[in-house]
């Protein structure tokens, strides 16, 4: 089977770091920076919350299973994935709306062959 890794992603994972005051701050760490994926929508999802209407799109990177480091695998909601990636620097903090995907969960696909990542994006933020 052919694989397509037409895609530029970047993979994240969420931090606890401190600011210059000492407060406890959420930061984004670089797991894999600008790494060739697949892509593939998968059916999105309308749904009302508290009398407003809520737009999700789900879709499923595949990477390759050695893109992303051992210690980090399998991927969790603490991650997020950023596309597309190309003109987004290392370490990146607040990408462009409309860029970044929550990781839901991360399977293995073949033996170490590829990673496939199940995301959610909310199409209204």
């Not at 530029?8 to 959420?26: K, M, N, Y």
């Amino acid at each position: 089977m052919q694989r397509r890794y037409d895609r530029i992603v970047t993979v994240q994972r969420a931090t606890i770091t401190q600011s210059p005051s000492g407060e406890e701050i959420q930061a984004w760490a670089d797991i894999a920076f600008q790494i060739p994926a697949g892509q593939a929508p998968t059916p999105g999802a309308e749904r009302f919350t508290n009398a407003q209407e809520v737009a999700e799109q789900e879709v499923t990177f595949t990477v390759r299973f050695l893109s992303i480091p051992d210690e980090y695998r399998p991927l969790t909601p603490k991650d997020r994935v950023i596309y597309p990636a190309e003109d987004v620097g290392a370490n990146t903090q607040n990408p462009a709306a409309g860029r970044v995907y929550d990781v839901l969960g991360s399977e293995e696909v073949g033996r170490q062959v590829d990673l496939r990542i199940r995301c959610s994006r909310r199409t209204d933020v």
